[in-house]
């Protein structure tokens, strides 16, 4: 979700209000996708890289996690959304900490439609975490070095309950992966829209669907002659 800075400042307003509007966005395209029969969608809330921001858009970023949860959760519980939150949650504010196990919590049995927020989340760091994970199993003898697969390798990474994403839209003009899920798109296909994060709606994501359907997914072999 990028573009909320460059698109307050084309309205002469700071920083915090886009991402105030990026929020308005999020909600719009949760339940665009799921009118439009999508059963997963994981969004790039805050990344590990983003602790550089300055101190007060950070809190700004912070205080727009608190208002979702505080004011869609209920909703989102009612309506049959499961929410997970990725990321490095060792560091997080108290209070930060305690509405991410809130809100998995309280949605865990849903099943209609499963929203993941990434915060505090990056990919490099995600491996990371979960290569320190496997090696405690191999130092405690509980894992064998030849038993690591890259089945097995998945299981100890932040997204081990979902599949494997199968497009990934980036928005703002921006065609970089910016360390998101850097394992998981390994196949994905990937979408570079111009349109600016406060912007996007079910027209711009049905648009990113439909450009996705025209691919000719091949996953490593011979595509059609």
Same mark, same amino acid.
Request: a negative charge; glycine letters at 8%.
């Given at each position: 979700?990028?573009?909320?800075?460059?698109?307050?400042?084309?309205?002469? *307003?700071?920083?915090?209000?886009?991402?105030?509007?990026?929020?308005?966005?999020?909600?719009?395209?949760?339940?665009?996708?799921?009118?439009?029969?999508?059963?997963?969608?994981?969004?790039?809330?805050?990344?590990?890289?983003?602790? *550089?921001?300055?101190?007060?858009?950070?809190?700004?970023?912070?205080?727009?996690?608190?208002?979702?949860?505080?004011?869609?959760?209920?909703?989102?519980?009612?309506?049959?959304?499961?929410?997970?939150?990725?990321?490095?949650?060792?560091?997080?504010?108290?209070?930060?900490?305690?509405?991410?196990?809130?809100?998995?919590?309280?949605?865990?049995?849903?099943?209609?439609?499963?929203?993941?927020?990434?915060?505090?989340?990056?990919?490099?760091?995600?491996?990371?975490?979960?290569?320190?994970?496997?090696?405690?199993?191999?130092?405690?003898?509980?894992?064998?070095?030849?038993?690591?697969?890259?089945?097995?390798?998945?299981?100890?990474?932040?997204?081990?309950?979902?599949?494997?994403?199968?497009?990934?839209?980036?928005?703002?003009?921006?065609?970089?992966?910016?360390?998101?899920?850097?394992?998981?798109?390994?196949?994905?296909?990937?979408?570079?829209?111009?349109?600016?994060?406060?912007?996007?709606?079910?027209?711009?994501?049905?648009?990113?669907?439909?450009?996705?359907?025209?691919?000719?997914?091949?996953?490593?072999?011979?595509?059609?002659?």
């Amino acid at each position: 979700m990028d573009g909320n800075g460059r698109w307050a400042k084309q309205r002469g *307003r700071p920083r915090t209000f886009g991402h105030a509007e990026g929020v308005e966005a999020l909600r719009r395209t949760v339940e665009a996708a799921g009118d439009l029969g999508i059963e997963y969608l994981t969004v790039f809330g805050f990344s590990t890289e983003n602790w *550089r921001r300055p101190a007060e858009e950070i809190n700004a970023l912070f205080d727009l996690l608190r208002l979702y949860v505080s004011r869609d959760l209920d909703k989102l519980a009612r309506e049959g959304v499961r929410v997970r939150i990725i990321g490095e949650r060792v560091g997080l504010q108290s209070d930060i900490l305690r509405i991410v196990e809130e809100a998995e919590a309280k949605t865990r049995h849903n099943t209609r439609f499963n929203l993941t927020i990434a915060f505090n989340y990056g990919g490099q760091d995600e491996i990371a975490r979960a290569a320190r994970r496997i090696a405690e199993e191999v130092a405690g003898g509980r894992l064998a070095p030849q038993d690591i697969t890259v089945e097995r390798f998945g299981s100890f990474l932040d997204t081990c309950e979902l599949p494997m994403p199968d497009l990934l839209i980036r928005t703002s003009g921006e065609a970089r992966l910016s360390n998101f899920m850097l394992w998981q798109a390994a196949y994905a296909e990937f979408v570079f829209s111009d349109v600016l994060w406060p912007d996007f709606d079910k027209d711009a994501l049905s648009a990113s669907i439909a450009e996705f359907h025209r691919r000719e997914r091949r996953f490593g072999g011979h595509g059609a002659e």
